[in-house]
């Protein structure tokens, strides 16, 4: 985390924003007096409500959010909060690992206000821009096509970013525009056989082992999903231009994984 006083822009550097770790409660039930312009009140969380000419602007869906690192530095990044149009429970989307109950252990939190924000044993201020979702070390995770996504996905990274971590891209028709979907496969045990960048995957195919690379004793699936910023090949990224706010904002996965 960079060490700026006062305000800074930096990228949602997920190694930071999401690293694994215990979420504790927060000290005590949090009011939001008022929501930012652009944004109305949601339970606790505001979110953006995209209307008129910003509906056809990408970049006007990703929103400012922020907390404080654990030095007391306050951190502001873009971020694209969960839809009101899209179901708040997370037991009712389709996950890459098999689930029907308690399917994830801690959410997305970026759009929550800093006092809600995930913290672990390590940072007191962390941020989580992924869902954690549970299972036994070696449980197969298949590939599960997005929302409205167009053809198949395509792997583009693996290797060592979330401790083991497949990166794939995804063809995204949203809004009348054709984008692409990062999707962040983190700490797996081994990524399937044969899986490298340029394969082609489709629905219900291997894409690795739940396990706990880079998060010692934690067996879980970081699975993170970002947009990719217009103009952008994410083929061409490494593995930390694909987590850098210059080139991909980070999503809600609500926004784009399939219902049940």
């Not at 924003?17 to 339970?43: K, N, Y």
């Not at 929550?112 to 992924?130: F, I, K, N, W, Y």
């Not at 739940?210 to 593995?239: C, F, I, M, N, Q």
Request: aromatic share 4%; charged share 25%.
């Amino acid at each position: 985390m960079l060490s700026l006083g006062g305000a800074a822009r930096v990228s949602a550097r997920s190694p930071i924003a999401g690293i694994a770790g215990p979420a504790a409660e927060p000290a005590g039930p949090l009011v939001v007096a008022q929501c930012p312009p652009g944004t109305l009140p949601d339970g606790e969380i505001c979110v953006h409500l995209p209307d008129g000419d910003e509906a056809s602007n990408p970049e006007s869906e990703a929103e400012m959010s922020a907390h404080h690192d654990k030095r007391g530095h306050w951190i502001v990044y873009d971020q694209i909060p969960r839809r009101p149009d899209r179901p708040a429970d997370y037991d009712l989307y389709l996950y890459p690992v098999a689930c029907e109950h308690a399917c994830v252990v801690s959410g997305y939190d970026l759009d929550l206000p800093d006092e809600r924000q995930r913290r672990s044993r390590r940072l007191s201020h962390v941020g989580h821009g992924a869902v954690d979702l549970p299972g036994k070390k070696g449980t197969p995770i298949v590939l599960v096509p997005l929302e409205q996504q167009e053809g198949d996905a395509e792997v583009v990274y693996v290797g060592p970013l979330f401790g083991t971590t497949v990166v794939t891209r995804h063809t995204v028709r949203e809004g009348g525009h054709v984008r692409d979907y990062v999707v962040l496969f983190g700490h797996l045990d081994a990524p399937a056989a044969g899986l490298a960048a340029g394969t082609r995957v489709k629905a219900g195919q291997e894409i690795g082992f739940v396990g706990d690379t880079g998060s010692p004793e934690l067996v879980h699936l970081h699975l993170e999903t970002r947009r990719v910023r217009d103009g952008v090949d994410a083929a061409k990224l490494g593995p930390a231009g694909l987590v850098a706010n210059e080139s991909t904002v980070v999503c809600d996965p609500r926004n784009v994984l399939p219902l049940r």
